[in-house]
Structure formats: structure tokens, C-alpha cells
């Protein structure tokens, strides 16, 4: 089993940045893939960034550019670098990962951005 504890949401204006973290409760090496997906309100769930073990990454498409998913294998940490941030990037993040076939989520963290 996998506790995740995002922390680093905010209210930010536009063009901004926040770093998101994901402190894992037991040793990253052992996660297969590691990620960041939003849901803002009325919407669907969405992706964000992947990060597997093998440090292969994915990014949706209103992301690439902006953001960018590392990793510090010492604080079991996952972390969400949001540049250059839109009022569409509102949205409330959960970090998910992926753990002897199972996904596990955390509780999510607001992000609000303001024109």
C-alpha cells in the first residue's frame, strides 16, 4: 500500500509559477510510474505528467512546454514544476501512482489562477 500527500497548491496570477509535490510513503524505486492529473470543476478527470521509473515522461498536450514532472528518489518525492500558468490550468491536482498493479491517489491540492 501507497500513501500520497500532495502539498505546494495556491492561488497564483496568471503567468506565474508553483511547484507541486507528491511525498510518497514508502521508496519510489519501487513505483513503476509515478504521475499528476487534475479535474477542474464540471470537467473530467485529466492527465498531467507521467514519470516512470525508467524516467520516461508524458505530458498532455495543454501542458507540454509549461510544465515539467521530476522526481527525488532520496525524499521519495514527486514533483510538478507549472510555469507560465493560465486561468484554464485551475484546477484541483491529485498525484497517482502505480504500485504492484495497483493505483493509488492522493487527496489533491487546489490551484487557482487569476487574470
Known amino acids: 500500500q501507497v500513501q500520497l500527500e500532495e502539498s505546494g497548491g495556491g492561488l497564483v496570477q496568471a503567468g506565474g509559477s508553483l511547484r507541486l509535490s507528491c511525498a510518497a510513503s514508502r521508496s519510489i524505486f519501487s513505483i513503476a510510474a509515478m504521475g499528476w492529473y487534475r479535474q477542474a470543476p464540471g470537467k473530467e478527470r485529466e492527465l498531467v505528467a507521467t514519470l516512470t521509473s525508467a524516467g520516461s515522461t508524458t505530458y498532455g498536450d495543454s501542458v507540454k512546454g509549461r510544465f515539467t514532472i521530476s522526481r527525488d528518489d532520496a525524499k521519495n518525492t514527486v514533483y510538478l514544476q507549472m510555469n507560465s500558468l493560465k486561468p484554464e490550468d485551475t484546477a484541483v491536482y491529485y498525484c497517482?501512482?502505480?504500485?504492484?498493479?495497483?493505483?493509488?491517489w492522493g487527496q489533491g491540492t487546489q490551484v487557482t489562477v487569476f487574470s
Open positions: 497517482k501512482c502505480r504500485y504492484l498493479l495497483l493505483d493509488y
